[in-house]
């Protein structure tokens, strides 16, 4: 079994059930200067990328936390240490191997478009909502890490075609936060909608319209946290029977302005 498939099966049991590989070249083409290779992994050859598709990921995470309830009580971001902890385990798949591992959590201090990443992997094509979106999983999917190697694994060839072409766009009809001014999502009039208005705290409406995937559509209990952390995470304490109050954290709320200031995201960019 070579150093990729050992990889892939040792992260399939936390629900990562998206790999894709991107050659060091073909990113080092798409991407800044900053986020290079030479900069990131000198003489990297390649980049593993791993997401997940559905609820697979979800699933295994409550399963966690239900069994250690400390790693949802006494974790900020409990899911982004799941994952962490899911990637610390795989990792000895490596070998000697030389990498460097990165994640998609908002509180990283180096962000890789991960969009980007997923795309030039063949996970997912661009699209109006502003997420890859996949030929099976739809909107569905989550990207999580990403592992810079000093080893030339073969890449994924081609690239997933527009999944929105020849679509009616049922998402730009049912977002009520208007956040598609241009036909595509908008950042800005996204987050703007969201501090004015509480109609978009347990889900995405244009999201959720995607005629893609939707038998993958994630539990409630995970649209519900991933679009309100404060009050999704209360749900899901009390889901697993933790009681009111032993949750340190009791929930973050929304992060969006702290979350692109981080990526240096700017409004005509979003949609890409």
């Known amino acids: 079994m070579s150093s990729l498939e050992t990889l892939r099966a040792a992260l399939a049991p936390a629900g990562m059930n998206l790999v894709g ?21 000198a003489g990297a050859k390649s980049i593993v990328v791993f997401g997940n598709g559905g609820g697979a990921l979800w699933k295994s995470f409550v399963a966690d936390i239900t069994e250690h ?18 990637v610390k385990r795989a990792d000895a ?12 959590a908002a509180t990283e201090t180096i962000h890789l478009d991960f969009r980007k ?3 030039l992997a063949g996970l997912g094509s661009r699209s109006r909502l502003g997420l890859l979106i996949h030929p099976t999983y739809g909107p569905w999917i989550g990207l999580r890490a990403a592992c810079f190697l000093d080893a ?23 977002c009520p936060g208007r956040a598609f001014p241009d036909g595509r999502w908008d950042v800005d009039s996204c987050s703007g909608f969201k501090r004015a208005s509480d109609t978009c705290r347990s889900s995405c409406a244009a999201r959720e319209a995607c005629p893609l995937g939707r038998e993958h559509r994630y539990p409630d209990l995970a649209v519900a946290y991933h679009n309100h952390r404060a009050t999704g995470r209360s749900a899901l304490a009390a889901s697993i029977g933790i009681a009111p109050g032993a949750d340190r954290f009791q ?4 992060h969006w302005d702290d979350w692109r200031k981080r990526v240096g995201i700017r409004a005509k960019e979003s949609g890409t």
Do not use: N
């Open 251 to 254: 929930g973050v709320g929304p």
């Open 93 to 104: 798949a490596l070998g000697e191997i030389r990498r460097r591992w990165f994640y998609s």
């Open 152 to 174: 030339p694994w073969p890449s994924d060839d081609g690239l997933v075609p527009d999944l929105c072409d020849g679509c009616p766009a049922p998402c730009v009809k049912s």
């Open 117 to 119: 990443l997923g795309w």
């Open 69 to 86: 309830t400390e790693h949802l009580c006494e974790e900020l971001h409990p899911l982004d240490a799941f994952v962490r902890r899911s």
């Open 21 to 41: 590989v991107v050659a060091a070249d073909t990113w080092d083409a798409h991407a800044p200067a900053a986020q290079q290779t030479e900069t990131l992994l």
